[in-house]
């Protein structure tokens, strides 16, 4: 089981840091995606960290201001989100899948992700 938390509402150029819990199953074991929706928009691809070698891939709306981390042995996934913008608003959602390490970038979208959390409401105003 996954849950999303750290969501809120802050204002453009600020920063967040979103938490993903792992329960259940052995962290270590899958990697971990992050992923968002707007309302009325399909679901994005924010960044994937892999299972083994900590690898990770970032979206191109992210990429240079989004950081993902993960600590396997407090089973915790971390989003650290600076210089947001309005279009970061949506629900953030955390997703687990055992996918290989070197084929991490070409997975890293929902489709590949089984396991998914409740997602938490980032909202930055303008």
């Known amino acids: 089981q996954l849950q999303a938390s750290g969501g809120g509402l802050v204002q453009t150029g600020g920063s967040l840091r979103l938490s993903c819990a792992a329960s259940?199953?052995?962290?270590?074991?899958?990697?971990i995606g992050w992923f968002r929706q707007a309302p009325g928009k399909e679901r994005e691809t924010i960044s994937c960290?892999?299972?083994?070698?900590?690898?990770?891939y970032y979206g191109e709306s992210v990429n240079g201001r989004f950081t993902m981390s993960r600590d396997n042995a407090k089973k915790m996934v971390y989003l650290q989100m600076n210089s947001l913008k309005p279009e970061d608003t949506a629900v953030y959602y955390c997703?687990?899948?055992?996918?290989?390490?070197?084929?991490?970038?070409?997975?890293?979208?929902?489709?590949?992700?089984?396991?998914w959390g409740q997602g938490t409401q980032v909202t930055v105003s303008s």
């Open positions: 997703a687990a899948t055992v996918i290989p390490d070197w084929n991490l970038r070409r997975l890293c979208s929902p489709t590949f992700f089984g396991s």
């Open positions: 259940g199953f052995t962290l270590g074991d899958y990697a």
């Open positions: 960290i892999s299972s083994s070698d900590g690898s990770t």
